[in-house]
């Protein structure tokens, strides 16, 4: 048995898709077969900007393995509309656009065509056939200039929103907001330290192992099935049926195994390519993304350009804050600096604060969600400001992230009032762990050695609607239907939820993700909701399944079915204690009261529940003659609320932290001058291996989320958020310079010491 | 990728007939690790592939007292685990151990690791019709070139990929080839090209040429060696800046240095001042620094890539230095 009295939650069981994966059998998109099958691929625009003048497909259809051919003008041109995507609220004009380019081409990489074949080198060949004539326009890449009044213009017809109001002002700029609290002049007036400081951060890419993939058939009836990796299969039904302008019951959604997803797998990008190339052509059609197109095609998090100024009273209080973000959205509408700027100075009790947030369109692919979407560059701001601050005052920096921690009752800057969080308890725990407390022994080989700290915020979508579908088989195992799909060890926290609540071992429960068809509406796997969301519904299902056990032994034992307790996962009349019986004992008569013993439950939590916070020290060592950072120790503590299955969850924050430090210290998309990205491939684009890393030490902090019936809080996103800032801040310690702009590459690193005599 | 055929060689004598007059026509494929990816590319559009590792007896490593031979065919990890290269190549053996991964070092052969083409990103983009490609510029100019050469004075920038060469060279290594006419014997130090004699190709090999044979000279008495790489990445990754070094040191004084780059030019390049200044000279702190200038004297490094002058300093003088003591 577990704390808190759990027998399932807490403990640790092999996961139920476990075997499967590692012996190779699990099924991916990429295996898919199907009689006839077709093979298609994309074209892609060799310019930033261009106008599209004429596409000739004649060449390409002409060839003999070549079986269709579409373009933009296959799709139903639909009107400015918005619609809730899962993780961010989308423009069907804009994502239909995004899909197939109508009228410009907004970004190198961006599909203007696709072809099916009989083969994929055929279809390639086929790809290179199709002549498309452009005007090629001015291109902008960077936040900054593409906000400059004449910079080139990406859309023609979109005015400026600012302050909630449309104004007659065309620029980049999509959306400026601000959130405002108290006054800031006034705070800063009683700070007896002000720091000021300019950050800049690079598009970087979620980089999951496996590349987009659909195969679509639509038969002759009209119904479309899509088998595809996604986060949500519900998502892509809505977006086909939107993009595609048909009945979402004549869209059917297979969600495959999926080899990572970290936000990017939401938005579809070949799913209504390959879905119009099979109508066409009446044979099923399957597409898969090669890397360059994954990293030139699809959603990447956005560059980003940060001003940030905090003030603090000489007795370190924190009085004041400002921050200016301008976020790239790519080529359309629709970053995640809306997010960022909700979480840009949450860890902190801070009574005047302003924060102006632009959207700014930019030629580069259009941004997608990436784990924690706009906190990651939110927090490198503020956390080296943060860093700064501690230091001119003298004090501990994680102290001084205690005293001024957010807790019950303090208000975001954005509104919402925080409920029970562990902002506090986390910080706590990082001072307090051996890491923290143990001291940095210099460096033998002449390099040098240093300590930062961060700490980070994700809001944690405590809401959504998910469904579970359950029968009991007579031995007593449960098969589960779900419709959240797998990417984190979900199948396995789920199932232990169900498992508690019904006192049974959570092998004992059989996960499945199943087709649309075949389970009520589930909202995405994102947002970190799914563990605390659909857990929330396994939760349900159990209480549903322990009602009509109930009812069932009330007939066995001919019984009033209020007199029934359930206790410790036995059955009991409470005037006879013969009548007495475990789920499973139960589960093997129960079928011949009324039937096979089925429940189907859909739940939509409220979304008030708290946020999650997380604190992270690293100790990294510079060397000063090759600019390059290793990681000697990386410690990430974290609450998540209550730990359903504590590996997955310190998979998660080490997951998280990678992802995080590669962001730090060496990914960006690096863009020619002529806007196409020189790096497009995993060799030159550079993610951290394990060789690159130490063993990711982990903490777990328990503060239990309230609106949670086992205190769950998710945990996926949060541990990307520190990391930059904390190595930032490592960096500082190491050589005495401040690194503010990112990726912190070799090249970058020693440039900065040798030009700051680091 | 584009279609081609694919033949399997069954001797080395076939072989020249079997390729072209022309890059082309056809290439020849051993463990196939650079080459699939190229031709992925779009970098290499050959007509026919030939297959090498059909071919028997190319797969060995002999030891006699003139030093080692190599076949063509032998892998990275066969070089890896011999435990002559070990014990008396450790030049050789570090190098080698840091190349790419263990999945492509059990793949990849050791002749094919020093016909390495360019790992230039413009040269692998189908957008850029680049010099290497036949096109008529180098994008390295005005573009990015944070990972360009910093020797030699183009026209073309890229620098050499290989981590083996340089430590081949260093131990002045002969590759043997195999033409129309035979075979033929090049020393290391002959066998690349500058981009202004050749500037499609790396090295002299004509295209219906090919490597059968590496052969490393047994290294003189007290001589010792030493490989170092820095990298962006701790595996997968090619050298920012790499060094093979291998010295004899007779009391403290310096008879003989070789010292070559990697990561720095369009060849593997051999730091000649450097050499020249340690010969005869007792090594100190004050000498290894000086000749980690000597190293770069003639570096012209490019707007985004004067950090590699530095390194290539810091990597000459801690070589030195690690060698006379």
């Known amino acids: ?758 | 990728m584009r279609n081609f055929s694919y033949v399997n060689a069954t001797s080395i004598e076939q072989v020249p007939s079997l390729l072209g007059r022309s890059w082309d026509d056809a290439v020849v494929m051993a463990g196939g690790t650079d080459l699939v990816g190229e031709m992925k590319d779009y970098a290499a559009v050959p007509k026919r592939v030939v297959n090498l590792k059909s071919i028997e007896g190319l797969d060995y490593i002999r030891q006699d007292d003139a030093g080692l031979r190599i076949g063509a065919l032998t892998t990275l990890t066969d070089v890896l685990e011999n435990s002559a290269v070990s014990q008396e190549l450790p030049v050789l053996h570090q190098a080698v151990s840091v190349i790419a991964s263990p999945q492509i070092r059990n793949m990849a052969t050791l002749a094919g690791n020093i016909l390495q083409r360019p790992r230039c990103w413009y040269y692998r983009s189908e957008d850029f019709p680049c010099l290497k490609k036949g096109g008529a510029r180098c994008y390295a100019v005005g573009g990015v070139n944070t990972y360009h050469a910093i020797f030699g004075s183009g026209p073309s920038y890229i620098v050499h990929p290989s981590d083996a060469a340089p430590a081949l060279m260093a131990l002045g290594a002969t590759v043997h080839v195999h033409g129309p006419r035979g075979g033929d014997e090049v020393l290391m130090d002959d066998f690349f090209t500058m981009p202004e004699m050749n500037i499609r190709r790396e090295n002299i090999l004509r295209p219906n040429e090919i490597v059968t044979e590496i052969s490393i000279p047994k290294p003189e008495a007290n001589s010792k060696g030493m490989f170092l790489k820095v990298r962006e990445r701790e595996s997968i990754d090619f050298a920012l800046v790499s060094l093979a070094a291998q010295m004899t040191v007779v009391n403290g004084t310096c008879e003989r240095a070789s010292l070559v780059l990697g990561g720095v030019a369009p060849i593997p390049w051999r730091a000649v001042e450097a050499e020249d200044y340690l010969r005869g000279r007792r090594i100190t702190e004050a000498r290894a620094e000086s000749a980690a200038e000597a190293a770069v004297e003639d570096a012209a490094p490019m707007p985004h890539n004067g950090y590699k002058v530095e390194i290539a300093k810091n990597l000459v003088k801690q070589a030195v230095q690690a060698l006379a003591s």
Not at chain 1, 17 to 27: C, E, F, L, P, S
């Open chain 1, 1 to 758: 048995m577990s704390q808190n009295g759990h027998k399932v939650i807490g403990t640790r069981p092999i996961r139920h898709d476990g075997v499967d994966k590692v012996t190779g059998r699990a099924i991916y998109g990429a295996d898919i077969q199907l009689t006839g099958l077709l093979h298609g691929t994309v074209k892609r625009s060799p310019h930033p900007h261009a106008r599209i003048k004429n596409i000739d497909t004649s060449r390409a259809e002409a060839h003999p393995g070549v079986r269709a051919v579409v373009t933009a003008h296959d799709l139903p041109q639909i009107a400015d509309k918005l619609a809730d995507l899962g993780e961010a609220i989308v423009n069907l004009r804009d994502a239909s656009n995004n899909v197939l380019a109508y009228g410009k081409v907004l970004y190198k990489g961006h599909a203007v065509a696709g072809v099916a074949a009989i083969n994929l080198h055929v279809a390639q060949e086929a790809v290179e056939l199709i002549d498309v004539e452009y005007e090629v326009l001015p291109h902008v890449t960077g936040v900054l200039e593409a906000m400059e009044d004449g910079a080139p213009i990406l859309h023609e017809d979109m005015k400026t929103t600012s302050m909630g109001e449309e104004t007659d002002k065309v620029s980049n700029i999509a959306n400026h907001f601000q959130h405002k609290m108290g006054e800031p002049d006034d705070g800063f007036a009683e700070a007896d330290v002000v720091i000021e400081r300019e950050f800049t951060t690079q598009t970087v890419h979620q980089g999951y192992i496996e590349t987009h993939n659909a195969t679509a058939l639509w038969n002759e009836e009209g119904q479309l099935t899509i088998w595809t990796s996604t986060q949500g299969a519900f998502s892509v039904r809505d977006q086909m049926a939107e993009i595609l302008q048909m009945p979402v019951s004549k869209v059917k959604i297979v969600p495959l195994e999926i080899g990572g997803g970290f936000g990017g797998k939401i938005s579809v990008y070949l799913d209504p390519v390959a879905a119009l190339l099979s109508k066409k052509t009446g044979h099923p059609v399957k597409m898969t993304m090669t890397r360059d197109e994954v990293f030139e095609g699809t959603g990447p998090t956005p560059g980003s350009y940060l001003k940030v100024k905090m003030g603090a009273t000489s007795d370190g209080r924190l009085t004041a804050a400002t921050a200016y973000m301008a976020y790239e959205a790519g080529a359309y509408p629709g970053s995640p600096v809306g997010a960022g700027a909700g979480c840009i100075f949450t860890p902190y009790d801070i009574p005047n604060v302003q924060i102006d947030g632009y959207d700014v369109c930019v030629n580069k692919p259009k941004t997608n969600a990436y784990r924690a979407p706009g906190a990651t560059n939110a927090a490198y701001a503020t956390e080296t400001v943060v860093d700064e601050i501690s230091e001119k005052l003298g004090v501990d920096p994680l102290e001084f992230r205690v005293k001024n921690g957010a807790k019950e009752g303090t208000r975001r800057a954005d509104g919402p009032v925080h409920p029970r969080i562990g902002c506090i308890e986390t910080t706590e725990a990082a001072l307090n762990s051996e890491h923290y407390r143990s001291s940095l022994a210099k460096s033998a080989n002449g390099k040098v050695r240093g300590r930062g700290v961060a700490s980070g915020y994700w809001f944690n979508f405590n809401g959504g609607r998910s469904a579970i579908s359950v029968s009991i088989n007579p031995d007593g195992t449960i098969n589960m239907l779900e419709g959240s799909t797998d990417i984190g060890g979900s199948r396995a926290s789920i199932a232990m939820q169900l498992a508690e609540t019904i006192g049974l071992e959570a092998t004992d429960i059989k996960p499945y993700v199943v087709d649309t068809d075949s389970i009520g509406y589930t909202d995405v796997t994102g947002g970190s909701r799914t563990t605390f969301g659909t857990g929330y519904a396994a939760h349900a299902t159990g209480q549903a399944l322990i009602r009509e056990m109930k009812e069932r032994a009330s007939k066995l034992w001919d019984v009033p079915a209020d007199a029934i307790d359930f206790e410790d996962g036995v059955f009991s009349y409470r005037d006879d204690a013969e009548k007495r019986g475990s789920f499973k004992e139960m589960a093997s008569q129960a079928g011949d009261a009324g039937g096979p013993v089925v429940a189907q439950v859909s739940t939509n939590p409220d979304g008030s529940g708290g946020g999650a916070f997380a604190t992270h020290v690293v100790d990294v060592e510079v060397d000063r003659e090759t600019g390059k950072v290793d990681i000697l120790r990386y410690t990430a503590v974290q609450d998540a609320g209550t730990a359903i299955h504590p590996s997955y969850v310190e998979g998660q924050m080490q997951g998280g932290v990678v992802q995080g430090i590669g962001w730090g210290l060496n990914e960006e998309y690096i863009y020619n001058d002529d806007g196409s990205m020189t790096n497009a491939s995993f060799l030159d684009y550079r993610m951290p291996t394990t060789l690159d890393l130490p063993m990711i030490e982990t903490i777990i902090v328990e503060v239990p989320n309230e609106s949670h019936p086992y205190g769950v809080r998710g945990v996926g996103e949060v541990p990307i958020v520190p990391p930059p800032a904390a190595l930032a801040n490592a960096i500082y310690d190491a050589t005495g310079v401040r690194l503010r702009d990112l990726p912190m590459s070799p090249p970058r690193v020693q440039k900065a010491l040798a030009e700051n005599g680091g």
